[in-house]
């Protein structure tokens, strides 16, 4: 069975760090792009982050409003995505997403379950 | 970046009504869209890939076209387990945006 499952998250003061993880199984995870989607509290979906695959030289993307702050990483060997959130905002509060990229289907085909961000003093 | 904005916001449907929630970007996207829905507490789900594609194992009374700027989802004969929240996301360009979701309650 293709699944994401992510860890990791917590409740932080402002300020403050987490790391997330991802763990895929049922995939060849080195194969794709990763994406990280959050979903702040009653609201919709913004994309966060992008991994690209090996092929691609494991290059990122970030949406602006967490680059500088946010690390996307990978370990294909683990077949684990990360998220490293540093700097953390009372509007990063959000349950996170992992989600694997289908490139030629041009979606994210594949979601976890979320794990939860609380940035709160 | 390009926006994607969705209407309705919110849209009130019987079981069994055909329903249509349309995405307009804000350039071409070519078919660069896919359609998710998601229900409370769940993470969401794919129903559409390159604007007209329907994802394995979705039912077929989901369908959606369009192409360029103006994209749409329809459900052809509303159903109870359809009543949820449907966001279009593009990706044809960094950073990728969803639109703001159609939430589709009973009526």
């Known amino acids: 069975e293709v699944q994401l499952v992510e860890s990791g998250g917590g409740l932080v003061q402002p300020g403050g760090s987490l790391r997330l993880s991802c763990a895929a199984s049922?995939?060849?995870?080195?194969?794709?792009?990763m994406d990280w989607v959050r979903q702040a509290p009653g609201k919709g979906l913004e994309w966060v982050a992008r991994s690209r695959n090996k092929v691609n030289s494991y290059t990122t993307e970030y949406a602006a409003s967490v680059k500088g702050r946010f690390t996307i990483s990978r370990d294909d060997s683990k077949n684990s995505l990360h998220l490293q959130v540093n700097s953390l905002k009372t509007e990063d509060t959000a349950v996170y997403y992992c989600?694997?990229?289908?490139?030629?289907?041009?979606?994210?085909?594949?979601w976890g379950q979320g794990t939860t961000i609380t940035v709160s003093s | 970046d390009i926006q994607m904005t969705q209407s309705p916001s919110t849209l009130s449907a019987f079981v069994g009504d055909r329903v249509t929630i349309t995405c307009r970007a804000s350039q071409s996207i070519s078919s660069w869209l896919a359609w998710y829905q998601q229900k409370p507490g769940k993470a969401p789900k794919l129903l559409i890939y390159k604007a007209s594609s329907l994802e394995s194992g979705v039912p077929s009374r989901f369908s959606g076209s369009g192409s360029g700027t103006e994209f749409t989802l329809t459900i052809s004969s509303l159903q109870p387990d359809d009543y949820a929240t449907y966001y279009c996301?593009?990706?044809?360009?960094?950073?990728?945006?969803f639109g703001g979701g159609t939430k589709v309650e009973l009526k």
């Open positions: 996301q593009q990706h044809n360009s960094y950073p990728l945006t």
């Open positions: 989600a694997r990229y289908n490139a030629a289907a041009g979606s994210g085909d594949v």
């Open positions: 049922g995939f060849t995870f080195s194969d794709y792009y």
